[in-house]
């Protein structure tokens, strides 16, 4: 199974902060890479998948980059609806293992 | 708009059995790949399993951790997606999503996510 790696798992930050959460696999998984949004108590929402593509909806301060083993999700100013926790995802095999999650709280 | 609303969750004991639903709408269900999610109290999100169109062959796919206890069905005619959950344990525990698997150009993501039931194995 692909190990997926997250970091940190918690990060203080101010809004209009520039945010950046690393994601690295087990192995390549070239940019089969998805990134979700939740909320304390709610379902994940999609926000980035293949890596860099930004899904409808989602605001263009998200972004993500990568390739490989190693990707990152940046939000370039954080609003205060983006205090959450972060997951990486790789689709690349199955199973389609997460990462632990990030969690992005106000400071 | 596509929706989907797990329901069957509840309270059972160790070695039990269950079985969740997902009812979904706003899509085309018989050409829809389909997925189950689950969170444990206080943890991240686990893949729990997949399941193809009968058009792409209708497969399944589990975690290591629930195959051979865990089943995935669907009834097409009925636009309902299922997780037949046996021999349930303790580290069952959590919240089970059920989620729509979307495609762009051979990339595969978990697009729609439902609100979750939970499940408590106690």
């Known amino acids: 199974d692909i190990q997926m790696t997250q970091s940190p798992s918690s990060l203080s930050a101010s809004v209009g902060d520039r945010v950046t959460i690393t994601c690295r696999a087990s192995?390549?998984?070239?940019?089969?890479l998805n990134w979700y949004q939740q909320k304390a108590g709610k379902a994940p929402n999609l926000l980035i998948y293949?890596?860099?593509s930004l899904h409808s909806g989602v605001p263009s301060r998200f972004s993500g980059s990568g390739s490989g083993t190693e990707f990152t999700l940046t939000i370039s100013s954080l609003q205060p609806e983006d205090f959450a926790t972060y997951y990486c995802q790789q689709s690349y095999s199955t199973p389609r293992t997460f990462g632990q999650g990030t969690k992005v709280e106000i400071k | 708009e596509v929706q989907l609303a797990e329901s069957g969750g509840g309270l059972v004991k160790p070695g039990g059995s269950l079985r969740l639903s997902c009812a979904t709408s706003g899509l085309t269900f018989n050409y829809a790949w389909m997925s189950w999610v689950r969170q444990g109290p206080g943890k991240g999100l686990e893949w729990v399993g997949r399941?193809?169109?009968?058009?792409?062959?209708?497969?399944?796919e589990y975690a290591a951790s629930v195959k051979g206890r865990f089943t995935i069905s669907r009834d097409d005619s009925k636009n309902t997606l299922y997780l037949e959950m046996n021999s349930l344990k303790a580290e069952d525990t959590a919240v089970y999503f059920c989620?729509?698997?979307?495609?762009?150009?051979?990339?595969?993501?978990?697009?729609?996510w439902g609100k979750g039931t939970t499940v408590t194995v106690s």
């Open positions: 989620s729509w698997i979307g495609e762009t150009n051979s990339y595969y993501y978990l697009g729609v």
């Open positions: 192995q390549s998984i070239n940019n089969h």
């Open positions: 399941m193809k169109s009968k058009a792409g062959g209708g497969t399944t």
């Open positions: 293949a890596a860099s």
